[in-house]
């Protein structure tokens, strides 16, 4: 026979290998479904030190020490798993996603009878230990409205599964229930807190702390009182919910005035030949859309430029500048002497928006990737104060934005104008324009945008910000100072 050491070192490397390879059976499957993308970043952070440090694999351990080692500085970190959790969250948020129907790998809205948002070639789940981790983010930061939807989904999954063993599990049915009744009796609902804890109880008896939590929590019933649970039951705690998921329903196009597409050349020699394709989307902002402003080839060449050189994106904070939770993407910047394709580009928007883009009225080209739940919350690209690092440039506030969508997405990643309430969604390849500044200089507070978050696929957009100084003689006061 085989010794039972024998066969689990036989089983876990084959266990680990047949999910692996489950997940690549699909040559349509890609990290665009953002919970394959969490459940890789996951496989690549915890479930493969749980493989390759267990101490059933002793026959190659020094090889996949070794070979682990090579490669350990690539890998996802903490700071990855976590932020894909968050992602996952943010999108459960701000698009209204149940949670049950996300670890099944559907994004369908919660209560509704609607078609899913996205519907994948290949549905990914979740597995118990995925939605412990979730939860568990949302539980060590205190945000238990979210721990408690993530935990309840992973208790009932460890319960269908309970005593069947898993390497890759490293939370078990114990440490959810542990966390959920916690995060119930946080939230003021003391009952459910005492059921869960009860039911661990029924699992580890010998639990001295959460055997003193059920009297506690049995006293508290008796007394009639929520003890020092100040957080109000969870149907009370309401998400994150930012404004743009908060747009009204648009108006009727009849009502809206002046909308409409046309061929532009602008006086321009550039546009002559092959005028720009201009959608007028919006009034008051105006906001124009340029549809087939670059090429497939211009788009490829320009994200191939800028991938080397992504960073995590910063924000204009007071003075300074730092990177921001309400602000999750990558972004470079790309001078026109990085490839003829950039200085195209850059004439081609001078062409079309009449401004002078020559240094240092405008900034260099900003590439930006938004990838798992990639999102930037409502926000205006001019300065609103004269302590903003934009002032540095001596060059003025950001008159305008051209912003270039470089890739298609399968859902989500729309810019929505949160005042003005409508939002465009991202059209591979065209270009966004709209002003930031009245005619008169001042900030324009109907141009408030954000970055949907994306919810499949891998958003890349192109910004180019234009300064009002060069721009005197092209776009030129009114004789309305209100303007």
């Known amino acids: 026979g085989v010794s039972p050491t024998q066969s689990v070192t036989q089983r876990v490397p084959c266990r680990f290998y047949e999910k692996v390879q489950a997940l690549h059976q699909d040559p349509e499957a890609s990290v ?3 919970l394959l993308a969490f459940s890789l970043i996951k496989r690549l952070h915890s479930d493969w030190p749980n493989v390759v440090y267990s101490d059933e694999a002793t026959e190659n351990t020094q090889a996949l020490h070794a070979g682990f080692k090579e490669v350990e500085q690539e890998l996802p970190g903490a700071e ?52 412990f981790h979730v939860g568990k983010v949302a539980y060590d930061t205190g945000d238990y409205y979210h721990s408690i ?6 208790v ?38 005492l059921s869960l804890s009860r039911e661990f109880l029924h699992y580890d008896p010998s639990n001295q702390r959460v055997a003193r939590n059920v009297a506690k929590y049995e006293k508290l019933l008796e007394t009639g009182r929520a003890g020092g649970a100040v957080v109000p039951h969870p149907s009370a705690v309401s998400p994150f919910t930012p404004s743009l998921v908060l747009l009204s ?33 919006w009034i008051r902002p105006y906001v124009a859309l340029y549809h087939d402003f670059v090429s497939d080839a211009e788009a490829e060449t320009i994200k191939g430029l800028a991938g080397p050189w992504l960073q995590r994106s910063v924000v204009a904070s007071g003075e300074k500048q730092q990177k921001a939770e309400y602000r ?19 004439q ?49 506030n950001r008159i305008a934005t051209v912003m270039i969508y470089l890739s298609a997405v399968e859902a989500g990643g729309s810019t929505a104008f949160v005042y003005a309430n409508f939002s465009v969604p991202v059209v591979k390849n065209a270009a966004l324009f709209w002003w ?34 060069g721009q005197e003689f092209r776009r030129p006061c009114s004789a309305d100072p209100r303007d």
């Open 80 to 131: 990855d798993l976590d932020g894909a959790a968050r992602a996952l969250m943010r999108l459960q948020d701000v698009y209204a996603l149940s949670v049950k129907g996300m670890a099944n790998g559907v994004f369908q809205r919660a209560g509704a009878s609607r078609p899913p948002l996205y519907s994948p070639s290949r549905r990914v789940s979740l597995s118990a230990d995925d939605c």
């Open 348 to 396: 081609r928007i001078g062409a079309v928006t009449g401004l002078d883009l020559r240094p240092p009225y405008a900034e260099y080209l900003q590439v930006v990737n938004y990838g798992l739940g990639g999102h930037y919350e409502p926000h205006f690209d001019h300065a609103t104060s004269r302590k903003s690092p934009l002032y540095r440039m001596k060059s003025g």
């Open 249 to 281: 329903p648009q108006p009727a196009p009849e009502h809206l005035p002046r909308l409409g597409c046309s061929y532009e050349t602008n006086g321009s020699p550039y546009l002559l030949l092959q005028p720009a394709k201009k959608e007028t989307v």
């Open 32 to 34: 665009d479904n953002p």
């Open 149 to 154: 939807a993530w935990l309840e989904e992973a």
């Open 436 to 469: 930031n500044l009245r005619r008169n200089g001042d900030g324009d507070g109907d141009t408030l945008h954000a970055g949907c978050p994306v919810l499949a696929g891998d958003k890349w957009v192109a910004n180019k910000w234009i300064h009002e100084h």
């Open 328 to 346: 999750i993407s990558k972004s470079a910047w790309l001078k026109d002497t990085a490839d003829p394709v950039v200085r195209t580009l850059e």
């Open 156 to 193: 009932g999954l460890f319960r269908l599964s309970y005593g069947s063993w898993n390497p890759e599990d490293r939370s078990s049915l114990e440490d959810a229930l542990d966390h959920l009744a916690f995060s119930y009796f946080m939230a003021g609902n003391i009952s459910h807190a």
